[in-house]
């Protein structure tokens, strides 16, 4: 607490009023440490860049040198700084067409999305709460600052942020701001996938995932998701696990995720237990694709610890020992001979001893 105190001081000593504001004060209050800072100024972006050296300006909301925010780092801590301001009219259900920096951090504190986000602090460590979000938080209550239904329209990604902050915090949806949910979810469509995605993401990696897919269908936005076969997520640890059961064509994903999500789909059609199939895509692939269709992760994983194999490598006989035996000089036919022990020593037909391999290479390559 003592940096981020320290760093309004700075502010104020230069003139200018500053506050900490959202979710690390609302974690404060709570008793859960937060890395995330944001702090709310009058100070103007190339203010700030004048006071702080390590300033990056985020990004330009118009031509008028108005930027949504700029993020500065202040003895290793993180500060994303924001200038009181008024958004005008939302064009897209995302972003103001253009803001304009005011001097009131009243008005700046109600454009805000959630009472629970809107507390600020000062730099003696006084909260300042004029829209009562710390009730709001007693109370374990998530409701916008104005009203639902406008809020939505004007950035439906607070829609997947109020299902987001219900399951990390365990609290409930206020009734009117579920009623605003309802009527407002069709805007969602418009918001872009990699934003949702972002979204999504924290809900599934909540310790609370499964409360949060349980509100995304209770609040019917699956079909405004574009997300599919939430039914079939069984196991809510894994993030691939997730991903691979909902089945989503719309949403972005790395090479790498994308080759684990492929694995998971198509091991979720075999059996998690045969040895050749653990032995092909792996434990960790196997137990996605397993405990979403009800097995016991324990199982799977004794199944696999099991294999008298778990690599190629192991296989007891070298290259040179098969050309040896075969009186042959590497070719392909490698490849078949090592396909066929794999299988024959996973399925127990054959031991994985050198004289045993060797008695099987002469019986049935020779």
Not at 285 to 311: D, H, M, Q, R, S
Request: charged letters at 30%; aromatic letters at 10%.
């Amino acid at each position: 607490m003592e940096i981020p105190l320290e760093f309004l001081s700075i502010l104020e000593e230069k003139g200018y009023q500053a506050y900490i504001v959202g979710g690390f004060v609302r974690d404060f209050l709570m008793g859960i440490t937060s890395k995330d800072i944001d702090i709310t100024t009058n100070a103007t972006p190339k203010e700030i860049s004048a006071i702080f050296s390590n300033v990056k300006f985020q990004h330009q909301i118009n031509d008028e040198d108005n930027y949504g925010s700029v993020r500065v780092i202040y003895k290793n801590s993180n500060f994303d700084v924001t200038t009181f301001r008024e958004e005008l009219e939302y064009l897209d259900n995302r972003h103001p067409s253009s803001i304009r920096y005011i001097d009131d951090l009243n008005t700046d504190l109600k454009r805000r999305d959630f009472t629970i986000n809107a507390i600020c602090m000062d730099k003696t460590g006084k909260i300042i709460d004029p829209l009562n979000g710390n009730l709001d938080i007693k109370n374990k209550i998530i409701k916008t600052i104005n009203s639902p239904e406008k809020s939505f329209k004007d950035d439906a990604l607070r829609i997947l942020r109020a299902v987001r902050f219900s399951a990390t915090l365990c609290f409930s949806i206020e009734k009117e701001t579920i009623e605003g949910i309802t009527n407002s979810k069709k805007y969602l469509k418009n918001i872009s996938y990699e934003r949702k995605k972002i979204e999504l993401d924290k809900i599934f990696t909540s310790r609370n995932a499964k409360l949060g897919i349980e509100l995304i269908q209770k609040l019917d936005l699956t079909d405004a998701l574009d997300l599919e076969n939430l039914d079939k997520v069984k196991d809510y640890s894994d993030l691939i696990g997730i991903w691979a059961m909902i089945d989503s064509k719309f949403y972005k994903f790395t090479k790498y995720e994308k080759e684990l999500i492929t694995k998971v789909k198509k091991v979720y059609e075999l059996d998690n237990l045969n040895p050749l199939v653990l032995y092909k895509y792996g434990l960790y692939v196997n137990i996605l694709a397993g405990v979403n269709k009800g097995l016991n992760k324990k199982e799977i994983t004794e199944k696999y610890n099991e294999l008298p194999i778990k690599a190629k490598n192991e296989i007891q006989i070298e290259v040179d020992e098969i050309c040896q035996t075969l009186n042959k000089k590497p070719g392909a036919f490698l490849n078949d001979i090592y396909k066929s022990l794999e299988i024959e020593i996973l399925t127990g037909n054959l031991l994985n001893k050198k004289e045993d391999i060797i008695s099987y290479i002469k019986k049935n390559y020779k």
